[in-house]
């Protein structure tokens, strides 16, 4: 049985009218199957012969692994365990794509774009609500880098824990879909104690063998942005949900044409 890293929700029996979310962790069953026949060896031989003269650039500059914790942005009981693969585009902004394990057959369910302070602060206000903050995911322990020690980890973080970050989810893992269906999901992350669910936190300090009272201890000093967290950021304190609605289509027609 394939290893599945985060936690599925069901729903326990009603109480006062209301169903009660329970956290199932995915390992206790299977990885849904991708649809599809598996991979030919005609494939992977095309495969091979691209990798040995093709270029890929931006994926090498991906320097490390981050884990962490995502909720939708309009319902914090559905909850994903999210492992970043970050680069740097420089000082001031990393890119990440995220996958639902750190293992080969991992699937890639989105990504996440984090930003200095001083680059956030440059930000429509609109556009403010759409980033979550990083300083209570790092000082409690929540984000953390698999393997890397401590004392290393603190390096980096300490940066991390000054930013905000624009995440967006395509596959909704935690509900079974085999396939990336249903619009992309804004994403946002933990920002107190009490909103994970305690079995999230236990089988994720199993799997990788950290615990998260430790870290967070040995990071009570960092600190977050210099001007405190911005009230516009994580929502709002508001829930966010994507929609799709219908509009008219510009013709072809009405397009300016630089040549005639």
């Given at each position: 049985?394939?290893?599945a890293d985060?936690l ?6 009603e109480?006062?009218g ?12 299977d ?7 598996p991979?030919?060896t ?12 093709q ?7 991906i ?36 996958y ?12 996440e ?18 980033w ?15 393997g ?12 991390v824990?000054k930013t ?9 893992v ?5 396939l990336?269906i249903?619009l992309?999901?804004?994403m ?7 909103q994970?669910?305690?079995e ?21 000093y ?8 911005h ?11 994507l ?18």
């Amino acid at each position: 049985m394939e290893k599945a890293d985060h936690l599925s929700m069901k729903d326990e029996p009603e109480v006062q009218g209301e169903p009660t979310k329970t956290a199932v962790h995915l390992s206790t069953k299977d990885r849904p199957k991708v649809p599809g026949e598996p991979t030919k060896t005609g494939t992977s031989m095309v495969d091979t012969a691209a990798a040995a003269v093709q270029s890929f650039a931006p994926l090498n500059q991906i320097h490390q692994h981050l884990c962490a914790f995502h909720f939708y942005a309009y319902d914090m009981t559905r909850q994903v365990e999210a492992h970043h693969f970050c680069s740097h585009i420089n000082e001031d902004m990393r890119q990440c794509l995220i996958y639902d394990g750190p293992d080969p057959n991992a699937r890639l369910i989105g990504l996440e774009y984090m930003v200095t302070e001083k680059l956030f602060m440059t930000l429509p206000d609109d556009e403010k609500k759409l980033w979550h903050t990083h300083e209570w995911e790092v000082k409690g322990g929540f984000l953390f880098m698999p393997g890397v020690p401590e004392v290393m980890q603190r390096q980096d973080l300490e940066k991390v824990a000054k930013t905000y970050g624009k995440v967006f989810h395509f596959w909704q893992v935690e509900l079974g879909h085999e396939l990336p269906i249903g619009l992309p999901n804004l994403m946002m992350a933990v920002t107190r104690d009490g909103q994970l669910y305690p079995e999230m936190i236990k089988e994720t300090e199993k799997q990788f063998g950290i615990s998260i009272e430790k870290e967070r201890e040995s990071r009570a000093y960092m600190k977050g942005p210099e001007h405190g967290i911005h009230p516009l950021a994580n929502g709002g304190g508001k829930g966010l949900k994507l929609e799709l609605r219908e509009v008219d289509i510009k013709p072809v027609e009405s397009v300016p044409r630089v040549f005639v």
